[in-house]
T-cell receptor, first 115, second 114 residues
């Protein structure tokens, strides 16, 4: 079965410092990987995805993610964190068992950026 | 795109009552998904529509749950005889293969069963 794991419940970082939110995956076949962000009382917003090609994927709001096949990881990164980046971040993998596309999400990582 | 909308945003109901939620996807999106999210967890897949056809249902979707998408536009999710364990955020998402099939989510309906 496809799965993703987010090993950190919370990540704390100072504004202006680089941030990393970790995700590891377990899939059969080629992984389709996604990052979403959730702000309070709002739905999930799509940040970026990896399907194939360059291992470094660039997304919205200055975020990027690095796909590492040997480590089965897809960590989310940003060179310089903003206080407004504070939110809940979800890693997800596409699951097509059953024949149709759906997303399997991790439990989420809360990012807190301190001024 | 006006985005995915869901109604109502919040619903409080007593155990045993029936509730119905509505989702309006992005207009050109033919794929529609329902997910459920409980506190401290990521969303879990419930069901998938392609146009008006319901093509996949999760084992999480018990017999008390039913979803429809008449005419392939908006969708409804009904829960009959609600239980306290049904309390969760119900999220709707839509996508189209023509635009990379990324799923775009609505704001969700938060259900509280008392």
């Amino acid at each position: 079965a496809q799965s993703v794991a987010q090993p950190e419940d919370q990540v704390n970082v100072a504004e202006g410092n680089p941030l990393t939110v970790k995700c590891t995956y377990s899939v059969s076949g080629n992984p389709y990987l996604f990052w979403y962000v959730q702000y309070p009382n709002r739905g999930l917003q799509f940040l970026l995805k990896y399907i194939t090609g360059d291992n470094l994927v660039k997304g919205s709001y200055g975020f990027e993610a690095e796909f590492n096949k040997s480590q089965t990881s897809f960590h989310l990164k940003k060179p310089s964190a903003l206080v407004s980046d504070s939110a809940l971040y979800f890693c997800a993998v596409r699951d097509i068992t059953g024949g149709y596309n759906k997303l399997i999400f991790g439990a989420g990582t809360r990012l807190a950026v301190h001024p | 795109d006006t985005g995915v909308s869901q109604d109502p945003r919040h619903k409080i109901t007593k155990r045993g009552q029936n509730v119905t939620f509505r989702c309006d996807p992005i207009s050109e999106h033919n794929r529609l998904y329902w997910y459920r999210q409980t506190l401290g967890q990521g969303p879990e897949f419930l069901t998938y529509f392609q146009n008006e056809a319901q093509l996949e249902k999760s084992r999480l979707l018990s017999d008390r749950f039913s979803a429809e998408r008449p005419k392939g536009s908006f969708s409804t999710l009904e829960i009959q005889r609600t239980e306290q364990g049904d309390s969760a955020m119900y999220l709707c998402a839509s996508s189209t293969l023509d635009r990379g099939d990324e799923q775009y989510f609505g704001p969700g309906t938060r259900l509280t069963v008392t």
